[in-house]
């Protein structure tokens, strides 16, 4: 490595936070092997992001942990897990590690001490991280943060680990595309079908767009001819059959898709709508077309990147002023939609190939952010 650093034979990568910042990460680790590709390469991330993370050829190893939250970290340092998590600390400071990258901001002071102060349990002997405010790391041009796949590989840079490529991906095994091919067959739905995925969820109740919108958009992406498929987590079962029922011939698999299993119906999808959510990443990473209403962040910092052709729209959050989601109007994600849906019912590849630049656009709008192609 450059500078300070001998070269690492073990390293740590902290990729602690959701599903989709796991995608974004992935260009990262890509860079990282491709650098030390002797090196013994760990990741610890949490549960619900495991099964990517085991398919990623860039680690060796994957441990979880969940210190997102004060109380997630309380529980884990001092509550019913604690044990779990002691057993973890001692496993992972016994393999002295020479590096470890916190690959992700803290967000808050008491994240990043969090952070910081499980580092220095585990040890390493160096210790490579992003700042709160990520002022080390993010350029930024008139007052626009950088995406976040840019800001980490700036911090992978750092150690000699220049990208060839700032795409994230994933991994799909053929048992995955059987069990997806089962699944579609189980609910009637063919083989040859074109059909788009609407996820009405987010792990984050402030970015969701309202159900009813979601909804209105399915029953004309429905009359397009498109066949609806609803997806989401466990706990949004009974939502996801009230909203297969307002959409004609809608279908709700909410909570039968372990991500293994949805990055391979979202592969086969013609299109997925969704607010900012892991599988907005996780369709981007794939090449799936997307619409998405965006809020109340910054899409450009956390938006789809990726070669999928994906309409971002969004609006902005004014402090006492109404929800973002009152800007993007159910006409416009409607319109973004049916244009995606009409290039692939029109037997043009649901695939856009790789570019030099993204297909990606992104409407604020309240007109007080960004527009970009």
């Known amino acids: 490595m450059p500078g300070l650093y001998p070269t690492p034979r073990r390293i740590l990568i902290l990729s602690a936070a959701g599903i989709g910042d796991f995608v974004l990460a992935t260009p990262a680790l890509r860079a990282i092997r491709r650098r030390f590709s002797g090196a013994e390469i760990w990741a610890l991330t949490i549960a619900e992001v495991r099964p990517l993370a085991e398919r990623c050829p860039y680690l060796n190893y994957v441990r979880t942990i969940d210190l997102r939250r004060s109380r997630s970290a309380l529980v884990w340092t001092f509550g019913s897990r ?17 590096l470890a990258l916190n690959l992700h901001c803290g967000g808050t002071f008491l994240g990043g001490l969090r952070m910081w102060s499980f580092l220095r349990l585990i040890g390493p002997t160096y210790t490579l991280a992003r700042s709160d405010t990520d002022r080390e790391v993010h350029n930024r041009s008139a007052g626009e943060p950088r995406h976040e796949v840019d800001a980490q590989l700036d911090l992978v840079r750092l150690i000699g680990a220049a990208p060839a490529d700032d795409r994230p991906e994933l991994w799909i095994t053929a048992e995955d595309r059987q069990a997806c091919h089962t699944l579609l067959a189980t609910r009637g739905i063919r083989g040859d079908a074109l059909f788009a995925c609407i996820h009405f969820g987010s792990a984050q109740q402030e ?31 009974a939502l996801g059959e009230s909203l297969a029922r307002e959409i004609p ?20 999808a013609a299109l997925l709508i969704t607010n900012d959510s892991g599988p907005m990443h996780m369709a981007a990473a794939l090449g799936t077309p997307l619409v998405v209403a965006f809020g109340p962040g910054s899409p450009n910092r956390f938006g789809p990147r990726g070669r999928a052709a994906s309409r971002v729209l969004s609006s902005t959050q004014h402090r006492g002023g109404p929800p973002w989601w009152e800007g993007v109007p159910v006409e416009a994600v409607c319109e973004a939609a049916l244009d995606l849906l009409d290039e692939a019912s029109a037997d043009r590849p649901p695939r856009i190939p790789p570019r030099d630049r993204y297909s990606s656009t992104i409407t604020c709008l309240d007109g007080k952010g960004p527009l970009r192609t």
């Open 207 to 237: 970015k969701r767009w309202p159900t009813d919108r979601f909804a209105a958009v399915g029953r004309r992406v429905a009359e397009a001819g498109a066949q609806v498929l609803l997806i989401g987590g466990t706990g949004e079962r």
């Open 249 to 268: 011939g809608g279908v709700s698999l909410v909570g039968e898709t372990p991500l293994p299993l949805l990055a391979a119906l979202l592969e086969r």
């Open 82 to 98: 604690r044990r779990e998590f002691w057993g973890l600390v001692h496993e992972l400071r016994g393999m002295s590690f020479d």
